[in-house]
């Protein structure tokens, strides 16, 4: 069984930063695609990065230049850098992994979420 679990979110002022982690653990063979979506109250679920498994990665507009993506194989770990934070990148963040069990049946897992909350 996998499951995936997000640290990292809090409360940060404006022009601050966090870092969100994602460990994914249970019996993996391997992961390949990864991916941070971020859900604000009343609005839908919406990709922010993601990191796939040759190495490529895509930002939403609204982040280039401020959040990078990484991850660390050898720990089944994701990150997510979010540097100079504005109000609008309060929301729920989630993490996204394609993951191969060693059990075999590939497929899509996700975390909980962590709350970033960005003060004014």
């Known amino acids: 069984q996998v499951q995936l679990v997000e640290s990292g979110g809090g409360l940060v002022q404006a022009g601050g930063s966090l870092r969100l982690s994602c460990a994914a653990s249970?019996?993996?063979?391997?992961?390949?695609?990864m991916g941070w979506y971020r859900q604000a109250p009343g609005k839908q679920r919406e990709l922010v990065a993601v990191?796939?498994?040759?190495?490529?990665?895509k930002y939403a507009d609204s982040v280039k230049g401020r959040f990078t993506i990484s991850r660390d194989n050898a720990k089944n770990t994701m990150y997510l850098q979010m540097n100079s934070l504005k109000p609008e990148d309060t929301a729920g963040y989630y993490c996204?992994?394609?993951?191969?069990?060693?059990?075999?049946?590939?497929?899509?897992?996700w975390g909980k979420g962590t709350l970033v909350t960005v003060s004014s």
């Open positions: 996204n992994m394609f993951v191969v069990p060693r059990t075999g049946g590939a497929m899509s897992y």
């Open positions: 249970g019996s993996i063979l391997s992961i390949s695609d």
């Open positions: 990191l796939l498994s040759g190495g490529s990665t």
